[in-house]
């Protein structure tokens, strides 16, 4: 079996973990973690970065930065992993769901402001498949009611918006390291953040509610439960791992891009007949190579052609259910009809993609879809 996914270690991880180790500090905010925030201040630009042992937790920690509370409402897309939805719930507030793109499974940016009540908080984005929003027109949408806009870059590092890398856009942005992501430390994930008024909360946040960080800095003489928070923070363990990937970045997004060409390339003219569609990116993002999918034409050719890879010995997967249909938020939605997450929900499909897939083994995904489609 071809699998959908493979871990790739670059090299150096066992060593820097074992550095760890040897230094006798493998809790939260060592010298890894602190190699892995200045790595992401300095080449991305973000105000402050704080490692986290998830994007989800993240994404809390966004919530709690903004103040959501019960009643608040929030703004997102339905084609998303739960993940972009919980750590908002969890504080109280209503969903408002917004319908995907016609052209890409990205929130649809024109259908923003018409659901912007005077309880909405923020408008939380999803990069899907690392390819930007139209920050632009969210940014336009978020200052003119006074809006925090959180991205949910989980898919998008080494992406860019223009000019701008994914993340640095947002007041807050939040990141995955989970084994499946382009960077990885088998769990774990970053909360970026980018307006400086939330600086100093984050890292107490972070701390579970105390100044222990400003303690350890030697800004203060004692610390002591200042605020609300949670352990966010990883351990250094992790962030050795993740820093041996960070050292890889250029070689492993070469990798995964020219992986991510060599599909588009090759099932171009499957699209060009009508029999499926590829990845759209529109001319202000760029593409990093972290997943690639085919849109079949329906729910039936999508299972059809799942069960024909599979058979063949390929994982290819389906992607997200869209969250306003799901048992937990159907009751919950307010029953307008999102057609194109609807849509992408029963029509996508997602190749294996990762460092290590073998030339050989692309063309024999592609040949395979070739046939199916015979």
Do not use: M, V
């Given at each position: 079996m071809i699998p959908f996914n493979k871990p790739f270690l670059s090299g150096n991880e066992l060593q820097y973990m074992r550095q760890a180790i040897e230094a006798g500090k493998i809790s939260g905010d060592g010298v890894f973690t602190n190699k892995c925030h200045s790595f992401f201040e300095k080449k991305y630009g973000f105000k402050k970065s704080l490692l986290t042992t998830s994007c989800t937790d993240a994404l809390e920690m966004a919530a709690l930065l903004i103040n959501i509370r019960e009643g608040d409402e929030v703004i997102m897309p339905s084609f998303t992993f739960v993940s972009t939805a919980n750590p908002f719930v969890l504080r109280g507030a209503r969903i408002v769901f917004v319908d995907s793109r016609t052209d890409h499974p990205g929130i649809d940016e024109s259908k923003i402001e018409e659901l912007i009540t005077d309880k909405t908080k923020a408008i939380v984005v999803v990069h899907y498949a690392g390819i930007a929003c139209n920050m632009d027109e969210i940014l336009r949408i978020a200052a003119k009611y006074n809006l925090y806009v959180i991205e949910d870059a989980a898919q998008s590092v080494d992406s860019f918006y223009w000019d701008k890398p994914l993340g640095a856009i947002g007041h807050l942005s939040a990141f995955s390291f989970h084994e499946t992501k382009n960077i990885i430390s088998g769990e774990g994930g970053m909360l970026a953040i980018n307006d400086d008024k939330f600086s100093n909360r984050a890292e107490i946040l972070w701390e579970k509610g105390t100044n222990r960080s400003a303690f350890f800095r030697g800004e203060i003489d004692k610390y002591g439960w200042v605020d609300v928070g949670a352990s966010f923070l990883p351990s250094d363990l992790i962030a050795a791992f993740l820093?041996?990937?960070?050292?890889?970045?250029?070689?492993?997004?070469?990798?995964?891009?020219?992986?991510?060409?060599?599909?588009?390339?090759?099932?171009?003219?499957?699209?060009?007949?009508?029999?499926?569609?590829?990845?759209?990116?529109?001319?202000?993002?760029?593409?990093?190579?972290?997943?690639?999918?085919?849109?079949?034409?329906?729910?039936?050719?999508?299972?059809?052609?799942?069960?024909?890879?599979?058979?063949?010995?390929?994982?290819a997967v389906f992607h997200y259910q869209s969250l306003h249909k799901s048992n937990f938020y159907k009751d919950k939605h307010d029953g307008r009809i999102l057609k194109n997450c609807d849509l992408y929900a029963e029509c996508l499909l997602r190749l294996p993609l990762f460092y290590e897939l073998a030339d050989s083994d692309i063309k024999f995904i592609v040949r395979s879809v070739f046939d199916f489609y015979k």
């Open positions: 820093f041996a990937q960070l050292e890889n970045l250029d070689l492993i997004q070469a990798r995964r891009k020219k992986i991510w060409e060599t599909y588009y390339g090759e099932l171009k003219s499957l699209e060009q007949k009508g029999l499926l569609r590829l990845p759209f990116i529109p001319s202000y993002a760029t593409n990093n190579g972290h997943l690639f999918f085919l849109l079949c034409n329906n729910l039936t050719q999508r299972d059809k052609l799942l069960g024909y890879l599979k058979g063949k010995g390929i994982h």
